[in-house]
């Protein structure tokens, strides 16, 4: 039986090192500002948001959400970011997704200042990254990374799979995975054999939007099982993994809820603070 990485008590773990943080830049007269843009009435989105706001205002960070209309056009948000890219209160900008489909969003997350962009998702970011500089790294991989080195498990030598390709998630975590010396493979939807490929991982994460796609066939006996899949079926919300089967399988496994979602939120937080150091020439 797999040993459960709890996501809630490993966000409380790193949550002591940003509050830590935060106090430093407070004692030199920072305080670290986050910023959230939602446009429209998305309700999963209002809960991310509200969620956001809470924990910043938890630890002490400035916390500003703005609220715009679903008919709010891109010209109307593009000038709201120039606003907050001005504003020296503000060290983090992050734009809820999905936008409206009238919108460009990977445009209008380009107009992001690169140290204002708390999520990673900025070119000159994802370039810093693919170099090994590492200045603000998207938050879910970035999290799963950090579970794994506080729950003490061996990164360096071990072959690492990762389902899905996406700029936020997958493309990331095989940067974060082989800076780490892992050696790490990136399967898709085009990858031929895919559970012959992905049992040969001792580090295994599914990130593709399909839920319990991945079951034990998947899984090497022993190996870890990160799931950063969040599905809503029948009103609940299930990851890509297939937890009940997967977890006889494993040594170790996400689960979901309450495995790589919490981490999500506490390194947006880190990102803030640590968005805070660069601009005020702390690092």
Do not use: W
Request: aromatic share 4%; hydrophobic share 40%.
């Amino acid at each position: 039986m797999a040993e459960i990485l709890d996501g809630k008590f490993y966000a409380c773990e790193i949550l002591k090192e940003v509050e830590v943080e935060v106090a430093a830049l407070k004692s030199r007269g920072i305080t670290p500002g986050l910023a959230v843009i939602i446009v429209g009435e998305n309700p999963a989105s209002k809960v991310y948001v509200n969620r956001k706001h809470e924990a910043c205002e938890a630890i002490g960070i400035y916390s500003l959400v703005i609220r715009m209309p679903e008919s709010a056009t891109e010209e109307e948000l593009l000038a709201k970011i120039t606003e907050l890219n001005n504003d020296n209160k503000v060290n983090g900008i992050l734009v809820q997704l999905p936008l409206p489909k009238h919108i460009n969003t990977e445009y209008v997350l380009d107009q992001i200042c690169p140290d204002k962009d708390v999520d990673g998702f900025h070119p000159m970011n994802v370039g810093e990254l693919g170099i090994g500089r590492n200045r603000l790294v998207p938050c879910t991989p970035y999290g799963c990374i950090k579970m794994l080195e506080l729950a003490g498990i061996e990164i360096k030598g071990k072959k690492a799979v990762i389902i899905g390709r996406s700029n936020i998630v997958g493309k990331p975590m095989f940067n974060l995975l082989l800076q780490r010396d892992a050696t790490v493979t990136v399967a898709h939807s085009k990858t031929q054999n895919l559970p012959e490929v992905c049992r040969e991982a001792d580090i295994l994460v599914a990130a593709i939007g399909k839920p319990k796609f991945v079951t034990r066939e998947y899984v090497k006996p022993g190996a870890v099982v990160i799931d950063v899949g969040i599905n809503r079926v029948d009103g609940k919300i299930v990851g890509d993994v297939d937890f009940d089967d997967c977890k006889e399988v494993a040594g170790a496994i996400t689960p979901v809820p309450g495995g790589v979602g919490p981490l999500t939120i506490v390194m947006l937080l880190f990102n803030t603070a640590k968005a805070a150091k660069i601009q005020n020439k702390l690092m």
